[in-house]
């Protein structure tokens, strides 16, 4: 069964940082791309960054240069670099397994996600 629990949201202010960690289990994590999610409230549920299995990035416009995912096969986890955080970061951020190795096929599970609020 899959598994995919993230950790590392809360509070952050304008311009801080910080580092979320997706922990995979139920599947050969190497195998497969994956991806983070975000959703804010009143919108719909929006990719903003994913990695191949060969671990080939791609980015939403609007955190490019600013966050950077990478994942550890060897931990079998997913982490998202966020650096230089806007208002506009805040949303539930969700950790999600692609359908195989290409980050181009889409994703089928997700984890529970974890709340990121940036604000002064």
């Known amino acids: 069964q899959v598994q995919l629990v993230e950790s590392g949201g809360g509070l952050a202010q304008p311009g801080g940082s910080l580092r979320l960690s997706c922990v995979a289990s139920?599947?050969?994590?190497?195998?497969?791309?994956m991806g983070w999610y975000r959703q804010a409230p009143g919108k719909e549920r929006a990719l903003v960054a994913r990695?191949?299995?060969?671990?080939?990035?791609r980015y939403a416009d609007s955190i490019k240069g600013r966050f950077t995912i990478a994942r550890d096969n060897a931990k079998n986890t997913l982490y998202l670099q966020m650096n230089s955080l806007k208002p506009e970061d805040t949303a539930r951020y969700y950790c999600?397994?692609?359908?195989?190795?290409?980050?181009?096929?889409?994703?089928?599970?997700w984890g529970q996600g974890t709340q990121v609020t940036v604000s002064s």
């Open positions: 999600g397994k692609g359908y195989d190795a290409s980050y181009d096929s889409g994703f089928d599970s």
């Open positions: 139920g599947f050969t994590f190497s195998n497969y791309a």
């Open positions: 990695i191949s299995s060969g671990s080939s990035t």
